[in-house]
């Protein structure tokens, strides 16, 4: 059973960081040949992709994000991150990493919290 486990989330000023960790329950073999994306869904908003990191270590951002955000992966560890800086307020939003992992199907976390307030 695949699952994904997100932490890192919480409250910040605006103009803070954080950073979010996604752990993958896979062997290692598989969590390296897939690529993980994170999104976020901000309160009556549609769930948008903020960045994705290839098997290969390619990176893809928002635009919105670009510059702030940065996405990296360890794949001897099983883990996804995504490191916010600059956080805006506009950035409050439920996060989500996800896996799409061939035949064995899509894999979402649980997802959270991020809040940029002050």
């Known amino acids: 059973q695949v699952q994904l486990v997100e932490s890192g989330g919480g409250l910040v000023q605006p103009g803070g960081s954080l950073k979010l960790s996604c752990a993958v329950v896979i062997p290692e073999i598989i969590f390296r040949a897939y690529a993980m994306t994170w999104y976020r869904q901000a309160a009556g908003k549609q769930r948008e992709l903020v960045a994705s990191?290839?098997?290969?270590?390619?990176?893809n951002y928002v635009d919105s994000v670009k510059g702030r955000f940065t996405i990296s992966r360890d794949n001897a560890k099983k883990t996804g991150y995504l490191e916010m800086n600059s956080l805006k307020p506009e950035d409050t939003a439920v996060y989500y990493c996800?896996?799409?992992?061939?035949?064995?199907?899509?894999?979402w976390g649980q997802g959270t919290q991020v809040t940029v307030s002050s």
């Open positions: 990191i290839s098997s290969g270590g390619s990176t």
């Open positions: 996800n896996m799409m992992i061939g035949t064995l199907g899509n894999y």
